[in-house]
């Protein structure tokens, strides 16, 4: 158990903390734009990226698995913020940023929903995402990324519009500053394809950033950087201050049930996308790695982070794929990689803003450029031709709509089609195998399951009328999945004893009969208890014999 224990806190400690430099570096501009989006100082959003970062790597239950303030869960507060802040300016002491502090109650709210999500044990849900939705999840995201990227490829500039608000736009690169850009994001990609030809003991990606960031600095070129980037959007730099606990939220948030109405919604979808996003990428590693994690486990650390973050002054996050492939990709497999990431984190923050502040924006657009590659189910090209019709469908509708709309939404509606799909297959594979015994009785032996899909192609497989008076169903190949189907079964006696016929069922499951039971005492007597049929007895309730199995004629 300790040597376990040992080997999901680190396998090879320097992998671990190279590659956890390496996410760190690669984190901060993606942070730092979705900070934009929120409309939140992008410090807010990086300390949040580190505590969230750094619980969820030490009790999450996926190691490897990085985490940070995501954009999936930042465009969901982007409308609170600013109706919050609206709100703060209707008080009888009007309050300013108020947005901020109903961001702080939202992201504590979210991460107490998420410890509850686990608490009950619902990350095992999870595992019955198809692997289609994956596959979808993973294309669309990948292609989530690379768009974002390719914004990068701009620079914005302040405009003050004729109502006299100030507002940011984006002015695409041209001439000598575009194709320095893709010179550079070359040069980055180029490394790390090529770095671990000659030797893998050293991240490729953070050789690469250092390269293409010293090319920048000692041949004087003028490109945009991650603090140019920053001032760019509104900030004032990289440099912060360590968390502390948010007191101002308490002095400043109204403590009622109008704030509970405002902030649950939107604490509820920010906690679904948060737990999804963070599941499917622990899946993701699950697959890379041939390991297993325990998905609630995760949730519960996620919230704790969450919650954490909040109460600290930071956004909310969740488990960030692209981040997460970099790190596994740069050898990163232990809990170390993701502790070594937040703590880096916190460190350029505190100590060395200056210096990361002039890593140029084309050396971390190549890492993210290579991570998309790597991310991409190119397979999908490759199998959508031979796999099922609706495999496919589902695949690209997920991707599709991720790109379109966002993750937790493609997951639902990839698991919603998934579950129909599997329905109408199954409702069409009941059969009914129809015999006449000597005595004259008929007999409808029964294939497949029964369930709510398949009832009414259960129900036409009888001929009540024409049928002799004694009938038989056989249920010995079927079995009885629902309400819908007992409720079935239940219409049809009552429907032969209408006709004046008698009908008995043989072989249904000990809880069917149960039920039965429960519903009418005459199923009694239409129910036989047979035993000439060992294999499906054994399979209910072997308990029940005490014979030996040579008696039973096998």
Not at 288 to 304: F, I, M, S
Request: proline share 4%.
């Amino acid at each position: 158990m300790f040597s376990q224990t040992r080997k999901n806190f680190t396998q090879n400690p320097k992998n671990d903390i190279l590659a956890g430099i390496t996410v760190s570096l690669a984190m901060i501009p993606e942070v730092v734009a979705f900070a934009f989006v929120a409309q939140i100082d992008p410090l807010v959003a990086l300390s949040g990226a580190f505590i969230v970062g750094l619980i969820a790597a030490v009790f999450g239950g996926r190691p490897g698995l990085i985490s940070g303030a995501a954009g999936a869960v930042a465009v969901i507060f982007v409308n609170l913020i600013s109706e919050g802040h609206e709100r703060g300016m209707l008080f009888d002491t009007p309050v300013e940023n108020m947005g901020y502090f109903y961001l702080l109650a939202a992201v504590i709210l979210m991460g107490l929903i998420q410890i509850g999500a686990g608490v009950l044990k619902l990350g095992r849900f999870v595992r019955l995402i198809p692997h289609s939705v994956m596959m979808g999840f993973v294309n669309g995201l990948a292609i989530v990324i690379f768009l974002a990227q390719v914004r990068m490829f701009s620079h914005k500039e302040l405009e003050i519009g004729a109502d006299g608000l100030k507002k940011y736009i984006n002015i695409p690169m041209e001439g000598s500053e575009l194709y320095t850009m893709l010179g550079l994001v070359g040069l980055t990609m180029a490394i790390i394809w090529l770095l671990p030809k000659l030797t893998t003991k050293i991240p490729s990606a953070l050789i690469a950033i250092i390269v293409t960031s010293g090319v920048v600095i000692f041949g004087g070129l003028d490109v945009s950087t991650v603090g140019s980037y920053i001032i760019e959007g509104g900030g004032d730099g990289l440099k912060g201050e360590f968390p502390t606990p948010n007191t101002e939220l308490w002095q400043n948030l109204p403590i009622n049930l109008e704030t509970l109405k405002f902030i649950l919604p939107y604490a509820f979808l920010a906690a679904s996308v948060g737990l999804i996003e963070s599941l499917m990428t622990m899946n993701l590693v699950d697959e890379l790695t041939d390991t297993r994690g325990n998905g609630n486990r995760e949730c519960v650390a996620q919230g704790a982070g969450n919650m954490v973050s909040g109460l600290f002054g930071g956004t909310g996050g969740c488990g960030m794929i692209g981040q997460t492939v970099i790190n596994i990709n740069a050898g990163g497999r232990g809990r170390l990689s993701g502790i070594a990431m937040a703590l880096t984190l916190l460190t350029f923050i505190l100590f060395t803003a200056q210096y990361i502040e002039q890593v140029p924006i084309a050396a971390l657009v190549g890492v993210m450029f290579m991570m998309v590659i790597e991310t991409f189910a190119w397979s999908s090209f490759r199998i959508i031709r031979k796999i099922p019709v609706a495999d496919a469908f589902v695949l690209v509708t997920v991707s599709a709509v991720t790109v379109i709309y966002d993750l937790a939404i493609a997951v639902f509606i990839g698991v919603i089609l998934s579950a129909l799909v599997f329905a109408w297959k199954n409702a069409t594979m009941i059969r009914a195998r129809k015999r006449i015994k000597e005595d004259g009785t008929k007999i409808y032996e029964i294939w497949g399951p029964l369930f709510f899909g398949s009832v009414q192609n259960f129900n036409n497989k009888f001929d009540i009328k024409n049928d002799p008076q004694n009938v038989e169903i056989d249920f010995v190949e079927s079995r009885v999945s629902d309400h819908s189907a007992m409720e079935a079964i239940f219409n049809l006696v009552n429907k032969y004893e209408a006709e004046g016929k008698t009908i008995k069922l043989k072989h249904l499951s000990e809880d069917c009969k149960t039920l039965m039971y429960k519903a009418s005492p005459k199923f009694k007597e239409v129910i036989i208890d047979a035993i000439d049929d060992p294999r499906y007895h054994l399979a209910a309730d072997p308990e029940k014999f005490t014979k030996p199995l040579s008696d039973y004629n096998l």
